[in-house]
Every structure is written in C-alpha cells, then in structure tokens.
C-alpha cells in the first residue's frame, strides 16, 4: 500500500536552478523523510521532519510540512549536476512501517 | 566504517533455486529491514526486526522468510525462486524502530530465469 505520492514523477533542470518536489500522503503520521538514491546506489537519508515540525533545512535542502493538506515538499536550491538523482518521500504511521512513494527522478544538465 | 553491507552484490538463480541474501550492519542498530525495489514501484517492505530476536511480516512478505542471527545480521531467504521475485533487494537498519533515520545498503540484484 503506497502511502505518499510524489510530483512531478520526473524533473529536468538546469544547473544553478532551484528544484521542487512535492509528496501527498492520505493518513496522519508521525514523521515524513526524504530520500535521494543515485543510479545503482543505495538510498540515502536526507532529512526527518515530525508532524509537529512546519520546516527544516539542511545545507541547500529546504523541506516543509503541512499537515493539514497531509503534503510535503522538498526544495534544492542552486542545483548542481550532482544533484542528479531519484528522490523519495517516506510517511511513517502511527504503529506502522515507514512507507515508501514511487519517486521523483531529477536530472540537473550543465 | 562500512554501515550496511550486502551480499552477493549480484546473482542469478534458475527457477525453484533457494539463495539467503545476506545484510550486516557495523552502527549498533536495533532495528533492520528487508525491502524491494521494481521499476515503478517504489520500495516495499518484505519483513522488518524492530529489535533482535523479534520479526514481522511487511507487505509483501510471500515467497520469503527472514532471521535475525545477532544484532549485527539480518538474513533473507526465497525457499523457491519465481520470476517474480526478480528484482533489487536493500537492506536498511536504524538506531531504533520509530522517528528514525534507516541507514541503506548498496543493493543485490537478483534474477531469476
């Protein structure tokens, strides 16, 4: 059962440009991630947010939270070509697993 | 410090073959996962130790059984590999079962004929 869903599915941008991604999810939860997985490569954790927490930053990564829309949305500012990747949301329930969306993948061009 | 190592790195089994992915983790983790990844679907959850000497059943659990031999090593076993258990396989582990981070492998990429 796939909880969050990310949009676009698929974002190409240039270097330099700034990068959004956004994940709806259906239930309440205790905390949304954010994941980036590189070709061939394991995921990566990116950033945690509670459902208590509106917006958190991470070097050039801006994630925030609303729970009343149940959405999230991740932003990469000044992209750079090693940003090229496939970023996941993970909502994690109250009493469950953490659940995994299907993905944005983001290509950044020189 | 390797974090989460997995082995085989690849494999390709016929099928009905039976093969244990192996996972073994070097941050002291409680917790550790089993899940997979097809093209399109995300990642889903096969089975999950919250704590050593404890496993449960993720949602898509058919076809696989798990052990968690110590703290440090979780195992995945297919008794009797189908098709449809082609995919890649990653295992995770995290500090403990709620609000944390999960820490991943690098992958095996399993076929089967």
């Known amino acids: 059962s796939q909880q969050g869903e990310e949009d676009p599915q698929a974002l190409s941008i240039q270097e330099g440009e700034n990068a959004t991604m956004n994940c709806s999810y259906k239930?309440?939860?205790?905390?949304l991630q954010w994941y980036r997985q590189n070709s061939g490569r394991g995921l990566v954790h990116l950033i945690l947010?509670?459902?208590?927490?509106r917006e958190k930053h991470s070097g050039r990564l801006r994630v925030t939270l609303d729970t009343s829309k149940k959405s999230s949305s991740l932003l990469i500012t000044a992209s750079r070509a090693a940003d090229t990747a496939s970023y996941f949301c993970?909502?994690?329930?109250?009493?469950?697993?953490?659940?995994f969306g299907k993905g944005t993948t983001l290509s950044v061009s020189s | 410090n390797a974090g989460v190592t997995q082995t085989p790195k690849f494999q390709v089994l016929k099928t009905g073959q039976s093969m244990t992915l192996q996972c073994a983790q070097d941050m002291n983790h409680n917790s550790m996962y089993w899940y997979r990844q097809d093209p399109g679907m995300g990642l889903r959850l096969i089975y999950y130790s919250a704590s050593e000497g404890t496993t449960d059943k993720g949602e898509v659990p058919n076809g696989y059984n798990v052990s968690r031999l110590n703290k440090r090593e979780f195992s995945l076993r297919l008794e009797s590999a189908a098709p449809s258990q082609t995919s890649v396989y990653f295992c995770a582990s995290s500090y403990i079962f709620r609000n944390q981070p999960q820490h991943f492998g690098d992958g095996t990429r399993l076929s089967i004929l």
């Open positions: 993970a909502t994690e329930e109250a009493g469950t697993a953490l659940i």
């Open positions: 239930t309440s939860i205790n905390n």
């Open positions: 947010i509670r459902s208590n927490e």
